[in-house]
């Protein structure tokens, strides 16, 4: 008896192969990544377009190399299926509604050809070497100010510099901290995101300044963020509402702080969070 797809009935044939009880169209499109549009982040100054975690410059690579090398990476089959070859009729930053002509592989044995929707959407952005020169060296600034040292302040802040590196201007260990300059405000912004699931006692607060009109019209503001990572431990001295304390026990919801007279206060983090930051971010660096 000969294979048949189980899905659509077509019987095993010199174009038809049969893979999994599917043929390749079958196969296919029970195998295809839902994929609802792509899309692609380009620098609305130079046109470089951001793959792969860096910016390639439209010299270094056609916009529309780098564009398919991005779809590409969307285009994740099964390991029994490749993509061999694609075709895309793209304009480079603009929106399309297109189709891509994929030859797919089927396990190393078989060719066919399909074509698959794609809905590409460029969204523009400023890339870091853009960035430096319209904002006369960064964009944005993080203070991170933690309350006691400890290894995984160390070990945070060297990933930080290992996974941004492109993007931080300077850094600079300053008392109970560092100051870190970077030319991408949305990179700040991320940095911001991995201090709070990384500590749950963080008070993030951001704000802008330095602001400043262009030569070509626009205005530029700086983002300052200025996170605090309230890593306490026993034996503390913390200043709440004006008053000093000395933090006694310390657990997942809060802490026991004694005050002067060593009477005992339970303090949600939460309430402390809040009253620990009274005090005014400063856009002096
Ligand atoms: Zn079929
Ligand atoms: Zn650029």
């Known amino acids: 008896m000969k294979k048949f797809c ?4 077509s019987e095993e044939g010199d174009t038809i192969y049969i893979v999994d009880g599917l043929c390749p169209r079958c196969f296919i499109e029970v195998n295809k990544p839902s994929i609802e549009s792509i899309k692609i982040r380009y620098c609305g100054k130079c046109g470089a377009i951001y793959c792969s975690g860096k ?4 010299a270094e690579s056609s916009p529309a190399d780098t564009a398919k090398e991005i779809i590409l990476k969307y285009l994740k089959f099964s390991k029994k299926i490749r993509v061999a070859d694609i075709s895309i009729n793209l304009n480079p930053y603009e929106d399309t509604n297109g189709k891509a002509k994929i030859v797919f592989d089927i396990e190393n044995k078989f060719k066919f050809q399909y074509e698959l929707p794609i809905q590409i959407r460029w969204s523009r952005a400023t890339c870091p070497s853009c960035l430096r020169k319209a904002g006369g060296g960064y964009s944005s600034i993080i203070q991170i100010r933690y309350v006691n040292w400890g290894d995984e302040i160390a070990r945070f802040v060297e990933e930080v510099l290992n996974v941004y590196r492109e993007y931080i201007i300077d850094i ?18 991320r940095i911001a995101d991995l201090t709070r699931r990384r500590w749950r006692n963080t008070k993030i607060l951001e704000s802008y300044g330095d602001s400043k ?25 913390v200043v709440l509402n004006g008053k000093p304390y000395r933090v006694v026990d310390i657990d997942e919801k809060g802490v026991v702080i004694s005050d002067q007279d060593g009477a005992l206060h339970r303090i949600d983090m939460d309430e402390l969070v809040l009253k620990y930051m009274k005090s005014r971010i400063k856009h002096s660096i």
């Open 55 to 58: 910016w390639v410059a439209a």
């Open 213 to 237: 009109k262009l030569r070509d019209g626009s205005r530029f503001s700086r983002l300052y963020i200025s996170i605090r990572i309230l890593n306490f431990k026993r034996g503390d001295y």
């Open 6 to 9: 189980v899905r659509c009935g």
């Open 172 to 189: 600079d260990e300053v008392k109970n901290g560092y100051n870190i300059k970077l030319a991408d405000p949305h990179i700040a912004k």
